[in-house]
């Protein structure tokens, strides 16, 4: 059984460029969620996918950073007019289910994660 | 507002001494899931444990095992007769259950060498 996929591994762009991020989360799990690493704010939460609706942007830091799942499965994370402070290593993860408020958690599994390198 | 913290940044021990991260976490709500996560110089978050707030049972899994005290906020790590192959950034992880969606908020991790 596969893990969860990204692409590319490495990424090194231009400032003001676009650049998309994909996610290949593990078969058959319904939730998808992004998250961001760097130095100065350790790991944060982007974004969730339940299904190919997401019911939390709220980590999202501008309205640079966009993301899409179609057909349940993979999703894209789409940054436009790059900034040398969204250079991190952006991480995916996902999990069986999604969760409604009150219902119990479902671990998340996470990917090998993208360098992004804004020069 | 939740927050986890995890007050040791480096810890640096010798093969086959014992090691504990200390995990404490902050949130209002009664229900809430933690998590330990490992990350290998290869980059990739490795899930470890999870624990649910109504189970307070210590739980050992080989030379892995976990201490949570509610009473103090508290969800430490313990690696026994530790190797060198556990050298890695290890992360404590909040959940709650209020609010759709489940977020992660990670502590700021701890930097674990351990040298021969």
């Known amino acids: 059984g596969a893990g969860v996929s990204q692409s590319p591994s490495n990424k090194v762009t231009e400032k003001g460029k676009d650049v998309e991020l994909r996610c290949d989360p593990i078969?058959?799990?319904?939730?998808l969620y992004w998250y961001r690493q760097s130095l100065g704010q350790g790991l944060e939460f982007l974004i969730y996918f339940q299904g190919n609706s997401a019911p939390d942007k709220s980590g999202l830091p501008s309205d640079r950073f966009s993301a899409e799942r179609t057909g349940g499965s993979v999703s894209t994370l789409t940054i436009q007019r790059t900034q040398q402070e969204d250079s991190a290593v952006y991480l995916c993860a996902s999990s069986l289910a999604g969760r409604t408020s009150g219902s119990p958690t479902d671990t998340q599994y996470f990917g090998p994660g993208t360098r992004l390198t804004v020069l | 507002a939740q927050k986890v913290t995890q007050a040791q940044t480096e810890i640096s021990v010798v093969e086959k001494e014992d090691v504990t991260l200390d995990c404490v976490y902050e949130?209002?709500?009664?229900?809430?899931?933690l998590f330990w996560y490992k990350q290998p110089p290869s980059g990739e978050l490795v899930f470890l444990i999870r624990r649910n707030s109504f189970d307070e049972q210590n739980e050992i899994s080989g030379r892995y095992s976990w201490n949570f005290q509610k009473s103090t906020s508290s969800f430490n790590f313990t690696i026994t007769a530790s190797q060198v192959v556990d050298s890695a950034v290890y992360f404590c992880a909040l959940d709650i259950l209020t609010g759709g969606g489940n977020k992660l908020t990670f502590g700021t991790g701890t930097q674990l060498k351990v040298e021969l």
């Open positions: 949130t209002r709500d009664t229900t809430y899931y």
């Open positions: 078969s058959g799990h319904t939730a």
